[in-house]
């Protein structure tokens, strides 16, 4: 099951805190990581990069429904490949749109 825009728009109060993604390997702000992966759903790795700024999961489970909550934390990882050709596309799409 698809887990579409499940973000609420609205701006949150760490969305300007930045560290280094270790995907992208260059620095993010939060408001990336919480509605950049996959149909404008958390990065698979949010939990695992912002634990240590803040409470993440419980800014999460305050934003989230509890059956979403358990989507996003219980998401299987993605593979390499798989990792790597959404990367790319995601690449391709900054650099068209820049054109």
Not at 26 to 51: M, T
Not at 56 to 69: D, M, P, S
């Amino acid at each position: 099951m698809l887990l579409f825009l499940i973000m609420k728009p609205t701006k949150s109060p760490y969305d300007d805190r930045q560290r280094y993604c270790p995907r992208l390997g260059h620095p993010v702000h939060f408001d990336y990581c919480r509605i950049g992966g996959d149909n404008q759903c958390p990065c698979f790795k949010v939990f695992d990069c912002w634990w240590g700024q803040f409470d993440v999961v419980g800014y999460f489970k305050q934003q989230l429904t509890e059956a979403e909550f358990k989507r996003v934390a219980g998401a299987p990882l993605p593979n390499k490949t798989t990792s790597l050709i959404d990367l790319i596309k995601q690449a391709k799409q900054r650099t068209q749109n820049k054109e």
